[in-house]
């Protein structure tokens, strides 16, 4: 099923709200509660839900242990999913050492770099030399990438990655990647949501101040 990406990032943020309402103790749940939590509408949220065959009861509610359940299933997170990343200097390095992805069942299986200096092999997440990219992605069926490389790299990055077999690209490099129709990349460009932020805060003070 193909689905549109804000409805999936949606689906992440039910999912999120409901370990939050779990571990307060909630059994069960409303479509309005998850509206408020995520500020959407309650239609919304049933929208979101009947996509996926999930539906719930109008009085009882959803049950969140079950709700949880086929939500993770839908997102992937029923079983750990192993990436790579390509660049080893300080994102990708903050990337490896982040200790938060394995409770959402993401494993860093290894990362690649062009630079002798940065490879170690022993490591609790191995440093490889690039050129084995191809053949680490096939071994271990790694369909993930995270690209941490300067954007003059990146384009090259992400073409080793497709031709290695990665299906879907986490790109931090600040450039818009294209890639083959059969891939599915997200750009993240830290630096632009930076000023898009900084702009807004300067508004908001002059809005303030007159």
């Known amino acids: ?80 999913q192993k990436v790579v990343v390509v660049g080893a200097g300080h994102l990708g390095g903050a990337l490896m050492r982040y200790n938060g992805f394995e409770k959402e069942g993401i494993k860093i299986a290894a990362c690649f770099d062009i630079d002798p200096a940065t490879y170690d092999r022993a490591s609790r997440i191995p440093v490889l030399p690039i050129e084995e990219l191809r053949a680490f992605v096939k071994d271990n069926a790694i369909r993930i990438g995270i690209i941490a490389v300067p954007d003059v790299a990146a384009a090259q990055v992400a073409e080793q990655m497709s031709n290695a077999g990665i299906r879907g690209i986490l790109n931090f490099a600040p450039i818009r990647l294209k890639v083959p129709e059969d891939v599915t990349i997200n750009n993240v460009n830290l630096e632009l949501e930076l000023e898009n932020l900084i702009y807004f805060v300067n508004i908001l003070n002059k809005t303030k101040a007159k």
């Open 1 to 80: 099923m193909i689905t549109n990406k804000n409805c999936i990032i949606r689906l992440s943020r039910y999912k999120n709200s409901l370990y939050r309402l779990q571990s307060l103790g909630f059994v069960k749940v409303f479509s309005e509660n998850l509206a408020d939590a995520v500020g959407v509408t309650a239609a919304q949220v049933r929208k979101d839900f009947s996509l996926f065959g999930i539906s719930g009861n109008r009085r009882g509610g959803y049950e969140i242990g079950s709700l949880l359940e086929k939500l993770n299933t839908i997102l992937g997170k029923d079983q750990v």
